[in-house]
């Protein structure tokens, strides 16, 4: 089936510094998303890309969707403490049958952003 | 509009005992999902409906039912909790598929307990 792999899996960082994570897949996805859960929360919705090459910027979040539609990142510029948290990829597109649509999800980045 | 909401928040069952999971959204949105989080599986899709009146099994459906009778609201039933259905179980909705724009939004979560 579809396997999503996110890396890296943690980060520690100090505050002000940037933060790279990336999503690479086997399959092709139609769109990418990124989310956001605190602790004790749901996941919410970041950044949401539909085309190829498509590169999206949400405040300090920037997003791609990657050429071959098999690969997303996100970077976070200039971290603050509110950053902390897991971020999340899914890629959306047919399942193995090829007659639904179903969204992968990775298994999550865990940032800790030092003050 | 509340988005998607779930209740309750927080449970604790004694093996054997059953209980439902509400989840309910607002935004007319035709494909509902169930999913729980456990640490280091990241998220599994237990059951999704297409529609009114309509379910399907996700990835870990056993000892899970689900019904769809209104659009707005997703039942998850455990008809007889065991402890590995202690977790933390996500609602989530998306519009159906319409110009790529996929992005599906969650619920806050319930935290469930089998003792």
């Known amino acids: 089936g579809q396997q999503l792999n996110q890396s890296p899996q943690s980060m520690f960082i100090q505050e002000g510094e940037d933060v790279s994570m990336n999503c690479t897949s086997s399959s092709i996805f139609n769109t990418w998303l990124w989310y956001k859960q605190d602790p004790g929360e749901g996941p919410v919705l970041l950044i949401a890309l539909y085309k190829a090459g498509e590169l999206t910027s949400n405040g300090r979040l920037t997003a791609q969707f990657g050429i071959t539609r098999k690969d997303s990142f996100l970077n976070i510029s200039a971290s603050i403490p509110s950053d902390v948290g897991i971020y999340f990829c899914?890629?959306?597109?047919?399942?193995?049958?090829?007659?639904?649509?179903?969204?992968?999800f990775g298994k999550g980045t865990l940032l800790t952003v030092n003050p | 509009n509340a988005g998607v909401t779930q209740t309750p928040k927080f449970r604790v069952l004694k093996t054997g005992q059953s209980m439902t999971l509400l989840c309910a959204q607002d935004m007319n949105h035709e494909y509902m999902y169930w999913y729980r989080q456990d640490p280091g599986m990241g998220l599994r899709l237990i059951h999704y409906s297409v529609g009114e009146g309509t379910t399907a099994k996700g990835e870990v459906p056993d000892g899970y039912n689900v019904s769809r009778l209104k659009k707005q609201n997703f039942l998850l039933g455990l008809e007889s909790a065991a402890p590995s259905q202690t977790s933390v179980y996500f609602c989530?909705?998306?519009?159906?598929?319409?110009?790529?724009?996929?992005?599906?939004?969650f619920g806050p979560g319930t935290r469930l307990t089998v003792l």
């Open positions: 989530a909705s998306r519009m159906r598929l319409a110009g790529g724009h996929n992005e599906q939004f």
């Open positions: 899914a890629g959306f597109g047919l399942d193995s049958g090829g007659s639904n649509y179903k969204l992968t």
